[in-house]
């Protein structure tokens, strides 16, 4: 049984809080120690996720790591951590693999030797199924070729057994022994169809029972009525998580909704709908213009599973306000394909992105923003915005990737939460970046990055959000990344 599980598992698991990302991307301290954390979730389960940690700080000597579950029991007793290997062309990167043995909400907790004494952090990691891959063409022909080869082998070795295993050298089989031969053979052809034929039933209720593991999000359904957005959720059939009622805010509120226009991602909307009842959620929409719009919600299940919960909507005329909900924001600017580094704010400042030379698909990088007044000075006194310096969107303009990110990672925050207090008992060595520090009174600085690594290459739009003085800003940053 487990054989067969690993011979159909040729399976896509992916982390599922964001639409076509697969990794995990964190940035933040591990007590003393910045780290850029890369999870690489495994490609079957149970199956290996990769583990790659870079330090900023030079004086790290060892990082061991360690995965569990996010809640429940297996959160409080840790498996023996396994070391990471310190690259010796790098010494301030370390990499490891560690086994993911189910799906579910887990949590991936590093701890980290260093001059400075020890930290530790741990970051959540989400993992699902995500398809059942075919087995492809070439193999299929080979391993059936091989089949009709072992058949036959099977038949004809049976025919021998019957017709001359009991004579003597140089001895011929008679006529009857001939025959007793070919029936022998029949029922071996017999045999190796009803065997070929049973074998293929076990297979398929095999691979449809496993089908059953592979993650749907939650199904949304929106619907409206002038301004007044309803939306629907229910179960899509998926084992885990199981509620549509059973969600913990994360940063301020249940559920982070973005609203896109298609197909020219000219219209975005960060907005938050409130719960009204189990599974239903509604909201009054802000000042929008009219048109098909792409629904993304994320929300996070009191497991620490987060999900990302997609619907179209049709606005037949343009919305005239005001939203249900203060922390509403957005923005409508035609992608223009120029690619510009610097976008100006209303009020005057700019805001100006400094990608790391080309963007690469599937490579890690850091995406920094520096915000200026309108005397070319780093923007002073920046607010939090929803307990975050700032919010970035990611969507790719054929909408097959969406990610909602933190300077942290594209990690939610609730999960993350969860994720350090299963830390505390360990003597609480737990220190996260000051962006994360949602009662921080200090300025936010005008400078904010995100780690992050896109899976494909192609056109993305980048929303930028954060809070001025005034008002919530939403800028806009469209790029090309390439392969
Ligand atoms: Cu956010």
Redesign the pocket.
Known sequence: MKRLLFAISLLCFSLVAHVGVNDVFFEGLAGPYPLYVTIRPPIVIPGIAEISIRSAARDVKSIQFTPMTLTGAGSKYPPTPDRAVQSKEDPQLFTGGLWIMFPGAWQVRAMVEGERGAGSVSIPVPAASQKLSTMDGLTGSILALLMLVLAAGVTGIAGAAIRESQLGPEQQPDRNRIRRGRIAMAGGVVLSIMIIWFGRDWWNAESKDYSKSIYKPLVMQASLSGSHLDLQLSSSGWLQPKGTDDFVAD?GHLM?LYAIREPGLDAIFHLHPERREAGKFSHELPQMPKGKYRLFADVVHGSGFPETLTASLELPQDTTGPSSSIDDAGSVLPMNGKHDRTVALAGGGQVVFDPPGTLRANQPATLRFRVFDADGNPAPNLRLY?G?AA?LALVKNDFSVFS?I?PYGNISMAAFEMAQSSLLPLGGNVLVSSHVNETGSAAVPAEFSFPFGFPTAGEYRLVLQFAGTKRVETVSFDIAVVI
């Open positions: 940063h982070h929803l975050m919010h909602h933190h």
